[in-house]
Antibody, heavy 119, light 109 residues
Framework: QVQLVESGGGVVQPGRSLRLSCEASGFTFSSYTLHWVRQAPGKGLEWLAGISYDGRNEYYAESVKGRITISRDTSQNTLYLQLSSLRFEDTALYYC?????????????WGQGTMVTVS | QSALTQPASVSGSPGQSITISCIGTSTDVGRFNYVSWFQQHPGKAPKLLIYDIDGRPSGVSNRFSASKSGNTASLTISGLQADDEADYYCSSYTSSDTEVFGTGTKVTV
């Protein structure tokens, strides 16, 4: 079964850091570009970052560039998102998503999300 | 990168057709054919409906269709059903090698 499972969310104080994880299963992890997307309570989707299938290229939204780092570990089939200098406005449900290998931006598999509350 | 502009809400009766617009710029929607649409039911993760402007993943109903003209992409839902009631988001690749989502549209049936 193809799936992504996020973890690592929780309640964190402003200014602190947090690392989110996204464990993949059911597909060849090293063949896909992966992304992080977040959704603040009652708000829309916000793309945060993407990392190429081989980990060589990272892409970040301007709004969070410098405060987040995306990475991946093929040996663990796991995607990561390091969040630093957390702010109240970073409170959101954080999703990881797989990009279909045949198209750009076609996020075909999503995790269930992990909640980060900055308080 | 500003969010793509979508109407906040669209409504229709069962069986009717509705169209959701997604307005971008010449650096995203207008420049690339990488426009996707997602459906999100309350409390659920988004689901891919459309990719590459008008491509439909396997398993997605052909009641969902999409197109693009200039800087505006559109999603049409025909034969509206109760289960279509959800939030809908467009997204586009951008000239900055990033992705940008739309503001989201709540569809009421």
């Amino acid at each position: 079964q193809v799936q992504l499972v996020e973890s690592g969310g929780g309640v964190v104080q402003p200014g602190r850091s947090l690392r989110l994880s996204c464990e993949a299963s059911g597909f060849t992890f090293s063949s896909y570009t992966l992304h992080w997307v977040r959704q603040a309570p009652g708000k829309g989707l916000e793309w945060l970052a993407g990392i190429s299938y081989d980990g060589r290229n990272e892409y970040y939204a301007e709004s969070v560039k410098g405060r987040i780092t995306i990475s991946r570990d093929t040996s663990q089939n796991t995607l990561y998102l390091q969040l630093s200098s957390l702010r109240f406005e970073d409170t959101a449900l954080y999703y990881c998503a797989r990009e279909d290998s045949l198209s750009v931006g076609a996020f075909d598999i999503w995790g269930q999300g992990t909640m980060v509350t900055v308080s | 990168q500003s969010a793509l502009t979508q109407p906040a809400s669209v409504s229709g009766s069962p069986g009717q057709s509705i169209t959701i617009s997604c307005i971008g710029t010449s650096t995203d929607v207008g420049r690339f054919n990488y426009v996707s649409w997602f459906q999100q039911h309350p409390g659920k993760a988004p689901k891919l409906l459309i990719y590459d402007i008008d491509g439909r993943p396997s398993g997605v109903s052909n009641r969902f269709s999409a197109s693009k003209s200039g800087n505006t992409a559109s999603l049409t839902i025909s034969g509206l059903q109760a289960d279509d009631e959800a939030d809908y988001y467009c997204s586009s690749y951008t000239s900055s090698d990033t992705e940008v989502f739309g503001t989201g549209t709540k569809v009421t049936v």
